[in-house]
């Protein structure tokens, strides 16, 4: 399609139609335009008028019409200052979980060689993200789906990081990770009941992996304590166990640590104010 810049907005606005709000809608566009221009989004808002071509816009506009999300169509997604490939068959990283990221560095920042593992990788932005700041550290990441462990593997190559990718099972007691000893473990492990789907976007459910995101009603924070259970076996003394946690269930979580006799427990606030992150520590046997 050939045409101006602002055109080319307009076009991928009235796709969308009211998925998403006006704003919101725009700046999707712009995004998606600039990729497949290859310039920048700047000039769609300083040079509406230039006139240009976008190949198969067309068909970029039915995707955005479906809820595509915008990652899946450029294919690339920014988390904690890298650009991370992304794909259907692992979840989009999200600006949340790079707090997550964060407080573990903060955790590592005494340990002169920290053994990290990552539950649950998807594509990889947690480990990876943490190979990049923690340079010395030794760190394997775990995922039971093999379209997630392909581009976790495709994302560290990319991303030069050096860190080991295994399947492994999170709800069968991490029995590939048996026999180390490790100094963190992080997980962003499926979190949201089923019951919540209905009320979610689209671009949600119906384009990211549910493996990947729910859990059933009946025991929401199963995740959470058959991976606290397994890591009592694979954590050293006084060791870290992060997650990122669904908000509505923050206080139970905290609750099913505490009764599977961990230490130190402390819940954390994302920058949207929502309780998001907790950590505890292994006590010594």
């Known amino acids: 399609m050939r045409g101006s810049r602002a055109d080319i907005i307009n076009y991928l606005c009235q796709c969308m139609g009211d998925l998403y709000p006006a704003e919101e809608a725009r700046r999707i566009a712009r995004i998606v335009a600039a990729h497949k221009s290859g310039s920048s989004e700047m000039r769609f808002i300083i040079e509406p008028d ?67 593992a990552d539950i649950c990788t998807g594509s990889g932005c947690i480990a990876i993200s943490l190979a990049k700041l923690l340079p010395n550290a030794i760190i394997t990441a775990t995922d039971i789906s093999d379209d997630a462990i392909a581009l976790a593997q495709e994302n560290a190559a990319r991303l030069d990081a050096d860190i080991t990718i295994i399947n492994d099972d999170a709800l069968g007691g991490l029995q590939a990770l048996r026999g180390n000893r490790f100094d963190i473990i992080v997980s962003n492990p499926p979190y949201i009941p089923l019951s919540e789907r209905e009320g ?4 949600v459910t119906h384009h990211e992996p549910h493996i990947a995101l729910f859990v059933d009603d009946s025991d929401p924070l199963l995740f959470y304590r058959k991976i606290a259970q397994a890591a009592k076996e694979i954590l050293s003394d006084n060791g870290y166990l992060m997650f990122e946690i669904h908000s509505p269930l923050a206080e139970e979580c905290a609750q099913m640590l505490q009764d599977e006799e961990y230490s130190e427990i402390e819940i954390r606030k994302d920058f949207f104010g929502r309780d998001r992150m907790i950590c505890c520590r292994r006590r010594p046997k």
């Not at 450029?74 to 068959?89: A, D, H, I, M, Y």
């Not at 979610?200 to 671009?203: A, V």
């Open 200 to 203: 979610m976007h689209i671009n």
């Open 50 to 116: 230039e006139v240009i071509e976008i190949d198969d816009l067309e068909l970029i506009g039915n995707e955005l019409a479906t809820g595509r999300p915008v990652q899946y169509i450029t294919g690339e997604c920014e988390f904690c200052g890298n650009k991370f490939s992304v794909r259907e068959g692992a979840l989009i990283p999200r600006p949340e979980t790079e707090e997550l990221v964060m407080w573990a560095t903060e955790c590592a920042k005494d340990m002169t060689s920290p053994h990290l």
